[in-house]
């Protein structure tokens, strides 16, 4: 009997500790716990119908993804140790696209992972990128792609490999614009796995990664945090333990409902092949309840511009409409287009009225004035000595020629 009790003890702590070690690949997370989490550190869109993208805030126009942190080797295989607020979640679950109009964007899934890249190596360099919406985990065959699926060479960091495990890599990422010549002199790879209830990034093999950099790579302990919070405050508190966090159902539980979800609508149609995508987000949670849907910072000032170009179209056709009308009024409308700073359009628009101007003052006496107030001035003068000079000669004109 106590041989029972002791073995059933024993075979109680090695599941808890192989749970504990092991977060659940699937189920757990959902949509309305990355909503509340990551709003605080960027923006929501919805990027085409139930299609919905989260975009970091306060980030350089060259940042792109799996850059400031630092690569270690763990049980899972190579692990991304984030030094960004949001990397717990961005990092090890859903994908990142590169969008042509919104830049990078982050799709949520729930699907935990130590990191979610593809690799390229030789013998002198080791790269990787991230995956995207088209990718997904397969037992059988590991990353399959719904699309033939190739990423654009300035999207992937290359690194020496005797830095590729330093504690900040963003400082030794080698400058994209090399990208091309490393990129064409490299192998491509993916090599995930499952074993037991862990997906494992294999990704290019620790050995050679070690003879290649001259150094051994020990390989690292995870250490779940509490919650999102415990995580963004405390770092490594042990030099063999990484701090991670995966959403338990205490976690959970504090956000299952959202009252009001602040999601801006795109107003410009993506790159992204959303037919393709095999992340999508939980849309049956988000459609169920209400939500705001104010258009993106970046849309507001497009659309700014447009309507700003719309108006200036409109009052340069207004205003050449205008100055046609009625030639009497030719001087006020050119009045007016100087004072809305039109001078380019005017001197175009006048060059015939200027013609006559100079062929009606050159018939005319000279009177030493070199400019008048308005061109309609010029021609009333001319016109009006031109008739003088028409005219009978009075007698003290007829007494001065004799």
């Known amino acids: 009997m106590k041989k029972i009790l002791v073995i059933s003890a024993v075979f109680v702590i090695m599941a808890s500790s ?28 919805e990027i085409d119908r139930n299609v919905i993208v989260w975009r970091p ?52 899934g729930y699907e ?16 990787w990128a991230p995956l995207p919406p088209y990718a997904e ?26 830095r590729f495990c330093g504690y900040d890599v963003s400082r ?39 003879r290649r ?4 790579i020990a390989e690292r302990e995870l250490d779940y945090a509490r919650s999102a919070d415990d995580y963004r405050k405390s770092r490594n508190d042990g030099r063999n333990v990484i701090k991670t966090y995966v959403p338990d159902d205490d976690n959970l539980k504090r956000v299952r409902t959202v009252e009001k979800f602040d999601i801006k609508s795109s107003r410009t149609r993506t790159s992204l092949k959303t037919d393709k995508i095999t992340q999508r987000s939980s849309s049956v949670e988000v459609e169920s309840r209400s939500q705001t849907r104010v258009p993106s910072r970046a849309a507001d000032s497009k659309q700014n511009v447009r309507n700003q170009s719309r108006t200036e179209k409109n009052y340069q056709q207004g ?15 050119n009045q007016r287009s100087y004072n809305r700073n039109e ?10 009225g200027t013609k006559v101007q100079r062929e009606t003052i050159s018939r005319a006496p000279a009177t030493g004035k070199k400019s008048v107030s308005s061109p309609q001035k010029r021609v009333n003068k001319s016109v009006q000595k031109s008739v003088q000079k028409s005219a009978p000669r009075t007698s003290k004109a007829v007494k001065k020629r004799r």
């Open 18 to 45: 192989f749970i504990e070690a092991n977060p659940r690949i699937r189920g757990g997370v959902n949509f309305n716990y990355f909503y509340a989490e990551l709003s605080p550190y960027g923006e929501w869109i």
């Open 57 to 108: 805030y306060h980030v350089s126009y060259s940042w792109q993804p799996y850059t400031r942190g630092r690569w270690e080797y763990t049980a899972h295989g190579w692990y991304w140790d984030s030094f960004e607020p949001f990397g717990w979640a961005t990092y090890h679950y859903g994908r990142w696209f590169n969008d042509d109009y919104y830049g990078w964007v982050w799709m949520p």
């Open 112 to 127: 935990w992972g130590p990191s979610w890249v593809e690799w390229r190596y030789n013998d002198v360099y080791v790269g």
């Open 137 to 162: 985990f397969r037992v059988s065959v590991g990353i399959h792609f719904s699309i033939n699926w190739h990423s654009h060479y300035r999207h992937w960091n290359f690194i020496a490999y005797n």
């Open 172 to 210: 030794y990422i080698i400058h994209n614009r090399y990208n091309s010549g490393i990129f064409n002199k490299t192998k491509y790879r993916t090599n995930y796995y499952q074993s037991g209830n862990r997906i494992i990034n294999g990704g290019v093999d620790r050995s050679y990664v070690q």
């Open 213 to 216: 950099a001259g150094f051994r």
């Open 319 to 333: 205003a050449q409409i205008e100055r046609f009308s009625s030639r009497k009024d030719a001087g006020k409308v």
């Open 343 to 352: 001078a380019p359009q005017v001197q175009k628009r006048s060059n015939t």
